[in-house]
């Protein structure tokens, strides 16, 4: 069964970084396109980036573009994401998710704050 666990959310300033890595396990991960969602509190959970299987591909939200890197790691079954530049708007939980299998991760928190 599909299993993703999500780490290296915390608390950062305005300005700051942070990689986010998801494990993935239970599927072959390299056949399959990767996802980064959000959920801030209140709101919808949304679709950040994506990563296809293959040759790669990346897609992002526009409110991220420039700002955030998605990529994969197939020999360690993980993905992760680079994100720089990081607003106050961007404080969510983020979520990984296989596209097309499975269901989602438990999280991690991303929060930015002076």
């Known amino acids: 069964q599909v299993h993703l666990v999500e780490s290296g959310g915390g608390l950062v300033q305005p300005g700051g970084s942070l990689r986010l890595s998801c494990a993935a396990s239970g599927f072959t991960f390299r056949m399959y396109t990767m996802a980064w969602y959000r959920q801030a509190p209140g709101k919808e959970r949304k679709w950040v980036a994506q990563?296809?299987?293959?040759?790669?591909?990346?897609n992002y939200a526009d409110s991220v573009k420039g700002r955030f890197t998605i990529y994969r790691d197939n020999a360690l079954n993980t993905v992760y994401l680079q994100m720089n530049s990081l607003e106050p708007e961007d404080t969510a939980v983020y979520y990984c998710k296989s596209v097309g299998i499975g269901g989602w991760g438990q999280g991690t928190q991303v929060t930015v704050s002076s």
């Open positions: 990563i296809s299987s293959g040759s790669g591909g990346t």
